[in-house]
């Protein structure tokens, strides 16, 4: 009988056929959640300046860091967590990044230097610590540093769902037209917009969304359920998320706040922009301060827990991929995550 099998087995497979009822996955509980990672700072910027000493933007289009996932089948499986890819980018001053476009979104968070700037579809765009700056699917953008010292910047890129779904497409520039664009004062009032738009509407006319400006916005924001203050990076146009595919936001720990347990089938990176802290993610306690940057995998609770100050988290998700195919699952419990954990 097993020889039987096998030979029958030995012709599905020439055929390329499979029986599902051998599957590995089908008709069998989900394995559990993944577990989380970090990049600290304090070990992941000496590494920048190596970078620095390697190689240069006019040599490689981008001097680019990425943050692959501990869980990451080989290098060529891009992805911090889900379908999120995080990187570190650096400039010496004086330096340019030539532009390009791609199918892929992108944005940029700045974690250190000043001076910067980006160019969004030929749209100056500032780049200050804590600032925010889109760069949606094929827009023109390049890079260039006018300050005085090294900036580097996270870099926030929804890339490995372009590669499942075999949409990747890159485009070297120079860009020979500048497409419209439109003054980011246009929205700057809020509950007023202009009548008649120049420009894309598939994504923001705002590309920079300043630092000051989310702070602002935090410091009037009630607390959520779970106990902190949270403020989502819009499109002013409809209030849908700033970036198509890819949810992003401020997360605000007051002093010595412990939030309840939440949970999400949406995958997280987590960066620090102020304060110290730590997170319970699953069964594991992440302690964390400035600049860092943890992943919280979809399925596992969450906890936050800010020390002796507020603290504030920029949180970048593929919530907003599992939102348009009606598959997003978000939870939160009623009391400590001990007794939220199954």
Not at 151 to 174: A, I, K, R, S
Not at 223 to 229: L, M, N, T, V
Not at 277 to 284: A, L, N, Q, V, Y
Request: hydrophobic share 45%.
């Amino acid at each position: 009988m097993i020889e039987h099998t096998s030979a029958v087995y030995a012709q599905w497979h020439a055929a390329h056929l499979a029986p599902l009822w051998a599957s590995p996955n089908a008709h069998k509980p989900p394995p559990g959640p993944l577990g989380p990672h970090i990049w600290r700072w304090s070990e992941t910027r000496p590494l920048v300046d190596l970078a620095f000493a390697e190689t240069s933007p006019a040599a490689v289009q981008r001097r680019v860091l990425q943050m692959l996932s501990p869980h990451a089948a080989s290098p060529a499986d891009e992805h911090t967590c889900g379908n999120v890819l995080a990187a570190l980018q650096c400039l010496l001053p004086g330096e340019t990044a030539r532009p390009h476009r791609h199918t892929m979104n992108a944005l940029r968070f700045l974690l250190e230097g000043s001076g910067a700037v980006t160019l969004v579809d030929g749209k100056a765009c500032p780049m200050e610590f804590g600032d925010l700056v889109l760069t949606p699917g094929m827009c023109w953008h390049e890079h260039r540093h006018d300050g005085a010292e090294p900036v580097v910047w996270l870099d926030v890129l929804d890339v490995p769902l372009h590669q499942n779904l075999g949409t990747v497409v890159f485009e070297p520039g120079p860009m020979e037209t500048a497409p419209a664009t439109m003054t980011d004062a246009a929205f700057a009032s809020a509950g007023i917009l202009p009548v008649e738009l120049a420009g894309r509407s598939a994504h923001s006319p705002v590309f920079r969304y300043p630092y000051a400006d989310a702070v602002r916005a935090l410091a009037h924001a009630p607390r959520s359920p779970d106990g902190a203050r949270r403020v989502r990076y819009v499109n002013p146009l409809n209030g849908s998320g700033a970036v198509p595919l890819l949810d992003t936001a401020m997360l605000q720990l007051d002093a010595g706040v412990a939030t309840l347990p939440t949970r999400s089938n949406a995958n997280l990176v987590c960066t620090v922009v102020e304060g110290s802290g730590e997170t319970r993610i699953g069964e594991r306690t992440i302690a964390w301060g400035p600049r860092d940057t943890f992943t919280i995998p979809q399925h596992n609770w969450a906890a936050h827990r800010s020390f002796d100050a507020a603290a504030r988290l920029f949180i970048v998700s593929d919530a907003d991929i599992l939102r348009r195919l009606g598959l997003l699952s978000e939870d939160i419990a009623t009391a400590s995550l001990k007794d939220a954990t199954p």
